[in-house]
C-alpha cells in the first residue's frame, strides 16, 4: 500500500530516520510561522517564506493528508508489532489465552493514550489491514480521516467478511464517492450498505447489544459527575418518561425547583432509597490539607472516584458529614519532601491500613502512565516472588488491564529511589523505559491550631487531626472519610 507520495507503508519504505526528519521539520516550521511578526499580520512568514492566504490553506489541507497517512502506517506498524509479539510470545512458551499480554498497553505508551485506547485503536487497525482494504488506501491517500474509517470499522463489525469487504467497495473504492460527505452522511451510508448486505446481523447486533448494557460515572466541570446508563431503548425511554412525571407533578405542587434539578434528585433518592438526594450516606474519601479543612486555605483537595475539587466544596462536604455525624478523620503523614510515610509489612497481600495509605497516595487513579483507569488491583512494583517487600514503597494501584499486562515476558518495573515523589520506572520488552510519578499530595502543614478557622466542629477537628507527640513538623495530610 502506498501514500498520496508514493511512501511505501509496510515494504521498509519508511525509515525512523525518515519520520524523526520529518517531524524536526515540521517542528520548526510549526515555531517559525508567525515569530518575529505582529499577531494577525498577514505578512508572516513560515520558516524563511512569506504566506499568502491560498498558502495557509493549502498547508493546511496538505498537513491533514499527511496525518491521516500517518494514521494508516501506524495502523500496519501496530499490527506487524501484534503479531510479531504473539509469536515471540508463543516461543517463550506462554499459553494461547495469555497471548497478546501486554501489546496494548506497549503501543498505548508509544501513543500517549490509555491501554484501552491503544486496544480500541489495534482493534481498528486489524479490521482496516484485514477485511477493509478500500477504507485502509483511503485512509493513507488522505481521503478519510482515522476517526472516519474508525467510523466504517464500527458501522460495518457485525457483518462477515464478505460482506463487509463489499461495503468496503462501495463506499471508499471510487475515490469521488467521499467527496464533500460529512461525518453523519458517511454513518448513514455505512450503515445503509451494511443493512442492505446483511439484515438478519442487524438484529443479531441489536440483541447482542443489549448484552453491553451498563453504567458509568464519569467526572464533570465544577465539581460535577456524568452518571450514564447505556440501556434498552425501550428501557431508557420508560426511565425518562417517569422522571419527567414525576418533575411535572412536583412542578404542580409549588416545588420551586426546575425541571432538570428534579429529575435529577428523583433519579437519586429513586436509586438509593432515600428520603432526600442530600441525605444519601454514601462513603466518600477525601484527601485534604490540614489548611484547607480547618482554616481558609485554598489548596485543592482530592476526591476518591473524582479527582480534585475546590477548597470551599471539600470543607462543605466535611461539614455536611459532621451534621449528619458521619464523618471521621485519619492521619497520615508525609515527611518534609511531600513524599507519603512509608509502611511495611511481611504479608503477601497488601493489608487494609497499608491497602489504604496507597490509595490515598496515588489518589485512586492507575499509576502505569497514560492511563488514567480507576484503581481495581494493589500489586508490587518488584513482584513478591522476585523478592518484592510488601510496603509503600514497593506498592502501587494498577487498573485490572495494566496489571495483567505487566505480567507478559519481558516487562520489568523499579522504584526510583531519591525521587521527590514516589516514582516507577516501566521498561517494556522492547527496552522503552516510562517514568510514572505519583500525584502531588495536597500542601503541607503551615499553620498553628490556634490559626485554624472554623468549619463544623473546629477544636474537636483540630484535636483529632494534630499528630500524637508534637510532631506537627512531619506534615500531617488529613484523610477525612465521611460515611
Known amino acids: 500500500m502506498r501514500t498520496g507520495d508514493g511512501v511505501a507503508i509496510g515494504a521498509g519504505g519508511v525509515t525512523l530516520a525518515d519520520v524523526t526528519s520529518w517531524r524536526a521539520r515540521l517542528t520548526r516550521w510549526a515555531g517559525g510561522a508567525g515569530r518575529g511578526?505582529?499577531?494577525?499580520d498577514p505578512t508572516e512568514t513560515f520558516g524563511a517564506r512569506e504566506l499568502d492566504q491560498a498558502d495557509r490553506i493549502q498547508l493546511v489541507a496538505a498537513l491533514e493528508q499527511l496525518k491521516a497517512a500517518a494514521a494508516a502506517l501506524q495502523a500496519q506498524l501496530s499490527v506487524d508489532f501484534d503479531a510479531r509479539e504473539r509469536q515471540l510470545q508463543r516461543e517463550a512458551g506462554v499459553p494461547r489465552e495469555r497471548r497478546g499480554r501486554g501489546v496494548a498497553a506497549q503501543l498505548g505508551m508509544a501513543r500517549r493514550e490509555s491501554p484501552h485506547r491503544a486496544t480500541v485503536l489495534l482493534g481498528v487497525a486489524k479490521a482496516l489491514c484485514a477485511e477493509l482494504p478500500c477504507t485502509f488506501a483511503a485512509l493513507a491517500d488522505g481521503r478519510l480521516s482515522e476517526y472516519r474509517a474508525t467510523l466504517v470499522v464500527q458501522e460495518t463489525a457485525c457483518l462477515e467478511r464478505e460482506e463487509r469487504a463489499e461495503v468496503d467497495r462501495l463506499l471508499c473504492a471510487d475515490p469521488g464517492?467521499?467527496?464533500?460527505?460529512?461525518?453523519?452522511?458517511?454513518?448513514?451510508?455505512?450503515?445503509?450498505?451494511?443493512?442492505?448486505?446483511?439484515?438478519?446481523?442487524?438484529?443479531?447486533?441489536?440483541?447482542?447489544?443489549?448484552?453491553?448494557?451498563n453504567v458509568t460515572l464519569r467526572p464533570a466541570p465544577d465539581t460535577m459527575t456524568?452518571?450514564?446508563?447505556?440501556?434498552?431503548?425501550?428501557?431508557?425511554v420508560s426511565a425518562y418518561a417517569a422522571l419527567r412525571r414525576a418533575a411535572d407533578s412536583a412542578r404542580a405542587t409549588g416545588d420551586g425547583r426546575g425541571r432538570g434539578q428534579i429529575m435529577a434528585d428523583t433519579l437519586v433518592e429513586r436509586l438509593t432509597g432515600q428520603a432526600t438526594a442530600v441525605a444519601v450516606p454514601v462513603t466518600v474519601s477525601l484527601v485534604m490539607s490540614d489548611t484547607?479543612?480547618?482554616?481558609?486555605?485554598?489548596?485543592?483537595?482530592?476526591?476518591?472516584?473524582?479527582?480534585?475539587?475546590?477548597?470551599?466544596?471539600?470543607?462543605?462536604?466535611?461539614?455536611?458529614?459532621?451534621?449528619?455525624?458521619?464523618?471521621?478523620?485519619?492521619?497520615?503523614?508525609?515527611?518534609?519532601?511531600?513524599?507519603?510515610?512509608?509502611?511495611?509489612?511481611?504479608?503477601?497481600?497488601?493489608?487494609?491500613g497499608l491497602a489504604s495509605l496507597l490509595?490515598?497516595?496515588?489518589?485512586?487513579?492507575?499509576?502505569?502512565p497514560y492511563c488514567d483507569a480507576p484503581v481495581r488491583h494493589l500489586d508490587h512494583v518488584v513482584?513478591?516472588?522476585?523478592?518484592?517487600?510488601?510496603?509503600?514503597?514497593?506498592?502501587?494501584?494498577?487498573?485490572e488491564a495494566c496489571n495483567h499486562a505487566k505480567q507478559a515476558p519481558g516487562w520489568r518495573q523499579e522504584t526510583s529511589e531519591g525521587a521527590v515523589r514516589h516514582t516507577v520506572v516501566t521498561t517494556t520488552p522492547t527496552g522503552q523505559r516510562y517514568r510514572s510519578v505519583a500525584p502531588e499530595p495536597p500542601p503541607p502543614l503551615r499553620r498553628s491550631g490556634g490559626e485554624a478557622a472554623a468549619v463544623g466542629r473546629p477544636p474537636d477537628l483540630w484535636e483529632a487531626a494534630r499528630p500524637p507527640g508534637g510532631i506537627d513538623a512531619a506534615f500531617a495530610r488529613l484523610v477525612v472519610l465521611a460515611a
Not at 226 to 236: F, H, K, M, N, S
Not at 359 to 368: H, L, P, S, Y
Open 226 to 236: 456524568y452518571l450514564t446508563a447505556l440501556l434498552p431503548v425501550a428501557q431508557g
Open 177 to 213: 464517492t467521499l467527496d464533500g460527505v460529512g461525518t453523519r452522511r458517511l454513518v448513514a451510508m455505512a450503515r445503509e450498505h451494511a443493512y442492505r448486505a446483511d439484515p438478519a446481523a442487524f438484529v443479531c447486533r441489536a440483541a447482542h447489544a443489549e448484552n453491553e448494557r
Open 383 to 399: 513482584p513478591a516472588e522476585l523478592g518484592g517487600p510488601t510496603d509503600a514503597e514497593n506498592g502501587q494501584g494498577l487498573c
Open 359 to 368: 490509595r490515598v497516595r496515588d489518589q485512586g487513579t492507575c499509576r502505569m
Open 292 to 352: 484547607t479543612l480547618l482554616a481558609s486555605g485554598h489548596g485543592a483537595a482530592v476526591l476518591d472516584g473524582y479527582g480534585r475539587v475546590p477548597a470551599q466544596v471539600a470543607r462543605t462536604l466535611v461539614a455536611n458529614g459532621l451534621d449528619a455525624d458521619a464523618a471521621w478523620l485519619r492521619r497520615v503523614y508525609t515527611d518534609p519532601r511531600g513524599r507519603v510515610v512509608a509502611m511495611s509489612s511481611r504479608e503477601r497481600f497488601h493489608p487494609e
Open 37 to 40: 511578526s505582529p499577531a494577525g
